[in-house]
């Protein structure tokens, strides 16, 4: 019984301490958590209480209460994140914006300032909520820009989901004492982040970028596109946060009554909008070209780039789009966009739920209790307004903002979103067929397979084609058919990371893998130089960098790969590609 009870508590403070660290516990539960652990050796070390075989087992059962006890009473509070992490950072000279002055910080090495939490707009709460966002308010002296805005509203998973998946999914999780919190979420997110060179310029390409997670989820200051690897090489680059889930996309026909322009799903795009008008109107004096800006959007920040690329009210707001890993121009967009009649009756049954009649009331409930309907309430709404038609009909009658697009995706796409929904050879053929009904046996005879492997890799490979790879297939024949230049590349390389799981190609293009990573290796930073380069000179000169041997394809049939090799290659999925015209009636 001593040996079982040695066990149990060995496992009881393994779990703790394990729950502690991976749930960013505060330091005060670290020091209750010891000091009980060393309360109870003694106890036992002395056999206080621990004569008998009941007391050592309600002793086993306390010490656990406690450890709950201490998990809870040491939750990690909320917190907005710092842009530096040094004790005493560098300031920058003051910057003049229309609504006032700023103050950044100089990040470490010298080569590139921060200004983090500008705010672009008015916060959208109160009677603000789901409705154009309004000019920011003026400030009288010098803001600080040295700590990142809360992140736009949005449910969030325990911290210690969050650590299992950068366990799991990115195999970079550090132990840390300086992260013992939760990045705070707020309605009050409309603000931005500026990434420039250090010292005095003037017309610096720009690139303004906006995050993904699927209209739900993210934030704009995520290491991995960080605008720090662009401003370190001469570019200036601008994230936004900007409404999401239920807060940026719900439609409903009172809001479309109520608004001049009877506009009514799209506030998320309104948002970046008005980052990009801000963007027009300031980044000159931060060294900026306001006629030199590319627009680029990874996920579900690529669709709204697609979308404000056929926007009547983004023209002129931008030379050029860079699209990573989404589109919305197939003639049935797999994901992050319907209708206008299917969007406000979702809104109207949302409102059924809530037991409420007028928008009024729905904008007198708390934000908390209305954010788990991001999943019900996060794509973007064909309203008249906004887009006055679908992105793939407005292509198809020659709108288009942009002069250049640079876009594409990555091998292994669907990755995360089939973790849990493998195939094997008992169902891939059911998969199949109820994804492509009538046309399932030439899928099937494209892609067969003979045993389970074969059957998960056909499987994520046709996933990964249909939700990403060919809406960026349909994309570029539109763009040339309108005779817009368009780079389109395929991201093969693995690593020890995320590999090319979707988003995997970003801390390449941005120039920001870790310089102490042992995640990457140098054919890893070498390709990333080779990425972040081109991306940049696209943003110059709306071309990538020629040396590469990246051209456009006439015929949209060949691609730009970046992995252990790099040069054109043919598209690898173009039959199953004819099948998907097919299926969609692509004309």
């Known amino acids: 019984m001593r040996i079982f009870g040695t066990i149990c508590i060995a496992l009881i403070s393994i779990l703790a301490g394990a729950v502690l660290e991976l749930n960013k516990n505060t330091l005060f539960g670290w020091g209750m958590f010891l000091y009980a652990l060393a309360v109870l050796i003694f106890l036992c070390a002395r056999h206080i209480f621990t004569q008998h075989v009941w007391q050592r087992a309600l002793l086993i059962i306390g010490y656990a209460g406690v450890c709950v006890l201490i998990v809870i009473a040491s939750w990690p509070p909320m917190k907005q994140v710092k842009a530096y992490d040094t004790k005493q950072p560098q300031r920058t000279e003051v910057v003049s914006t229309d609504k006032g002055d700023v103050r950044g910080i100089v990040l470490n090495g010298e080569k590139a300032e921060l200004f983090a939490g500008i705010p672009y707009a008015k916060p959208p709460v109160g009677e603000l909520r789901w409705k154009k966002p309004q000019d920011a308010d003026s400030w009288e002296g010098i803001r600080e820009c040295d700590t990142f805005a809360s992140m736009s509203m949005q449910a969030r998973n325990l911290p210690a989901y ?14 840390r004492f ?172 949302l409102m059924k739920r809530y037991g409420v009649s007028t928008i009024e009331e729905l904008r007198a409930l708390p934000a908390e209790k209305l954010v788990n309907e991001q999943n019900t309430q996060h794509h973007i709404t064909i309203d008249g307004y906004v887009l ?101 590349y395929l991201f093969s390389k ?9 988003s995997g190609e970003l801390v390449y293009a941005f120039g920001n893998i870790p310089t102490s990573s042992k995640l990457y290796d140098e054919a890893d930073r070498s390709l990333s130089t080779l990425m972040n380069d081109c991306w940049i000179a696209f943003a110059k000169n709306s071309t990538p960098d020629q040396s590469t041997g990246w051209r456009m394809s006439a015929d949209s049939d060949e691609v730009m790969e970046f992995g252990e090799q790099t040069g054109m290659i043919k598209e690898p999925d173009l039959a199953l590609y004819e099948i998907l015209d097919r299926m969609q009636g692509w004309d």
């Not at 998946?165 to 990115?170: E, F, N």
């Not at 991995?224 to 807060?247: H, P, Q, T, W």
């Not at 589109?327 to 109207?348: F, K, M």
């Open 162 to 175: 969050d650590s299992l998946a950068q366990i799991i999914g990115y195999h970079d999780y550090q132990i």
């Open 494 to 502: 693995t690593n020890g990371r995320l590999g090319c799981w979707h």
């Open 178 to 349: 300086d992260d013992q919190y939760r990045e705070a979420v707020s309605e009050d997110s409309l603000y931005l982040n500026v990434w420039r060179p250090a010292g005095n310029h003037e017309k610096l390409p720009v690139i303004v970028y906006i995050h993904g997670g699927s209209l739900q989820t993210g934030q704009p200051w995520y290491a991995d596109y960080s605008g720090r690897g662009f401003a370190e090489k001469g570019v200036i680059c601008v994230n936004m946060g900007y409404r999401l889930g239920v807060f940026g996309f719900m439609a409903n026909e009172q809001l479309a009554a109520e608004d001049p322009d009877h506009t009514t799903g799209n506030y998320g795009l309104l948002d970046q909008i008005k980052a990009l008008e801000w963007v027009r109107d300031n980044i000159a004096a931060f060294g900026g070209d306001p006629d030199n800006v590319t627009l680029a959007g990874e996920s579900a920040g690529s669709v709204c780039v697609d979308a404000l690329c056929v926007s009547d009210l983004a023209r002129g707001l931008f030379k050029r789009a860079i699209l990573e890993s989404s589109t919305v121009s197939s003639v049935i967009p797999p994901h992050s966009y319907r209708l206008y009649d299917e969007a406000v009756s979702s809104g109207n049954d």
């Open 388 to 488: 006055k038609d679908t992105p793939y009909k407005l292509r198809t009658a020659g709108v288009h903002n942009e002069e250049a697009i640079l876009h594409g995706y990555n091998a292994e796409e669907s990755g995360p979103f089939i973790l849990f929904s493998h195939a094997n050879l008992k169902n891939y053929e059911e998969k199949v067929r109820r994804s492509f009904g009538e046309y399932a046996d030439e899928v099937l005879k494209l892609y067969p397979a003979a045993t389970d492997e074969e059957a998960d890799e056909a499987w994520a490979r046709i996933y990964g084609a249909v939700f990403f790879n060919y809406s960026h297939y349909c994309l570029n024949r539109l763009e040339t058919e309108n005779g817009v230049p368009a780079y389109e």
